[in-house]
């Protein structure tokens, strides 16, 4: 405890009150509380301060005494609800945060996935599209050959015709 306390009958003078701020202020230092922020030891030396400041209050008066008792039980009780609520709110943002972490390196996982697909697509594509031009060209060039042949088998023919024609010819005109 920083505080002894001696349970005295005598109401506390104005000097008890101000020995009591002077004896918080340099314990505050001592103990190197901070000044804002929550901390641990400021509260505990305060909490220390207000039983002291109820003691001598209850002295003077009992059931002023004992409202403030109630007041300061009321406090710490909410003070313990906001605690437990920081703190789960703490542990909730941390579960949170890691699923957040999880999920991300997921989609990274799947990102990664995804750009290796489009790769072996475009791949694919690209081999796709080279065979597809390899059998146009190969498809002209038969064109091509096929329509040549056709053309010298035309003329062939064609010569041909006109051969036997001639010939034909040759035989009905000396009857005349």
Same mark, same amino acid.
């Given at each position: 405890?920083?505080? %002894? ?14 020995? @009591? ?9 001592? =103990?190197?509380?901070?000044?804002? +922020? ?16 109820? =003691?001598?209050?209850?002295?003077? %008066?009992?059931? =002023? +005494? ?12 909410? @003070? ?17 945060? &890691?699923?957040?972490?999880? +999920?991300?390196?997921? @989609? ?16 694919? &594509? ?12 190969? &498809?002209?060039?038969? =064109? ?19 051969? @036997?024609?001639?010939?034909?010819? +040759? ?6």
């Amino acid at each position: 405890l920083l505080y %002894c306390q001696r349970i005295s009958s005598t109401p506390a003078t104005r000097l008890d009150v101000i020995n @009591l701020q002077e004896q918080l202020d340099m314990r505050l230092q001592q =103990r190197q509380a901070r000044e804002t +922020g929550i901390c641990p030891v400021r509260r505990e030396l305060f909490s220390q301060c207000f039983d002291e400041l109820i =003691r001598q209050v209850a002295i003077n %008066c009992a059931e =002023r +005494g004992l409202l403030l008792l109630r007041v300061r039980d009321e406090l710490q009780m909410t @003070l313990r609800a906001y605690q437990t609520l920081y703190e789960s709110s703490v542990a909730f943002g941390m579960r949170k945060a &890691l699923m957040a972490e999880q +999920g991300k390196s997921e @989609l990274e996982r799947k990102l990664v996935q995804l750009e290796e697909d489009k790769r072996d697509l475009e791949r694919q &594509l690209k081999e796709t599209k080279a065979n597809a031009e390899a059998a146009e060209k190969k &498809l002209n060039e038969q =064109r091509q050959v096929e329509e040549k042949k056709h053309m010298e088998e035309i003329n062939f023919l064609k010569k041909t015709n006109q051969q @036997l024609k001639a010939q034909l010819e +040759g035989l009905i005109a000396p009857k005349k």
